[in-house]
């Protein structure tokens, strides 16, 4: 791998739409083998498990989807059915091709989501909320597309829970959600070597009332 090449030192780099538009569109077919299995990156299966453990139900959308991990992890707990939303094309290509999701959207959370209020009964998300990817500010966006009494499972790198306004945010969203737990939990699994090996998540779970 060069120094041109995408990285999560590349992708904790980045600082807005554009940045993730142009550095994901390079990274999506090799992500899944040079990142995901070469670092036993763990996230999207525990939030898969603590959407379910929680009773989520379909159909479910994925935030910042990806390459659709997530939406495998889902699948093979049986939850569905899944959409998936992210900005990238190209990721979303290579999710297409996992033949795991209802339909894929493309499109930038700050701006929005072409989906009326309450249209999912559940929403997961997993490595979207990190370093210069997406902040809490489109949590209202993710709440007003869940139903009543929809459950929420998203994930949140825990170096930027408190510093990066997602703690006060849902303490802001207080009004319109209950039940929230915010499990920890390791990033990457055993086999990980990278300098990111004992990074640690959120996953705030909670519904929406
Ligand atoms: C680290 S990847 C995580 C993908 C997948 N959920 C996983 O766990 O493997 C972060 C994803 O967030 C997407 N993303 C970043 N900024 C976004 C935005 N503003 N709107 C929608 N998706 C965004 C990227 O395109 C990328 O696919």
């Given at each position: 791998m060069s120094s041109e090449d995408p990285d999560l030192t590349a992708a904790y780099a980045l600082q807005t739409p554009d940045d993730n538009r142009a550095l994901y569109a390079r990274w999506a077919r090799d992500y899944d083998t040079d990142f995901a299995a070469a670092e036993a990156y763990a996230l999207p299966q525990a939030t898969a498990r603590a959407f379910v453990g929680a009773g989520g139900q379909g159909p479910v959308l994925d935030v910042?989807?990806?390459?659709?991990l997530c939406g495998v992890a889902l699948a093979e707990a049986g939850s569905g059915p899944v959409d998936g939303v992210d900005i990238s094309a190209q990721m979303l290509e290579v999710a297409r091709d996992k033949?795991?999701?209802?339909g894929l959207i493309e499109a930038d959370l700050y701006a929005g989501v072409a989906c009326d209020d309450g249209c999912y009964a559940g929403v997961v998300s997993s490595g979207t909320f990190t370093h210069g990817h997406v902040g809490p500010e489109v949590l209202d966006e993710v709440l007003r597309l869940a139903a009543p009494g929809a459950v929420l499972a998203l994930a949140i790198n825990a170096a930027h829970y408190e510093a990066h306004g997602f703690a006060a945010a849902l303490d802001r969203l207080a009004p319109q959600i209950r039940d929230l737990d915010l499990p920890e939990v390791r990033?990457?699994?055993?086999a990980a070597q990278g300098a990111h090996r004992d990074d640690m998540a959120r996953i705030a779970v909670f519904r929406k009332r």
């Amino acid at each position: 791998m060069s120094s041109e090449d995408p990285d999560l030192t590349a992708a904790y780099a980045l600082q807005t739409p554009d940045d993730n538009r142009a550095l994901y569109a390079r990274w999506a077919r090799d992500y899944d083998t040079d990142f995901a299995a070469a670092e036993a990156y763990a996230l999207p299966q525990a939030t898969a498990r603590a959407f379910v453990g929680a009773g989520g139900q379909g159909p479910v959308l994925d935030v910042g989807a990806g390459t659709g991990l997530c939406g495998v992890a889902l699948a093979e707990a049986g939850s569905g059915p899944v959409d998936g939303v992210d900005i990238s094309a190209q990721m979303l290509e290579v999710a297409r091709d996992k033949g795991v999701y209802r339909g894929l959207i493309e499109a930038d959370l700050y701006a929005g989501v072409a989906c009326d209020d309450g249209c999912y009964a559940g929403v997961v998300s997993s490595g979207t909320f990190t370093h210069g990817h997406v902040g809490p500010e489109v949590l209202d966006e993710v709440l007003r597309l869940a139903a009543p009494g929809a459950v929420l499972a998203l994930a949140i790198n825990a170096a930027h829970y408190e510093a990066h306004g997602f703690a006060a945010a849902l303490d802001r969203l207080a009004p319109q959600i209950r039940d929230l737990d915010l499990p920890e939990v390791r990033i990457y699994g055993p086999a990980a070597q990278g300098a990111h090996r004992d990074d640690m998540a959120r996953i705030a779970v909670f519904r929406k009332r």
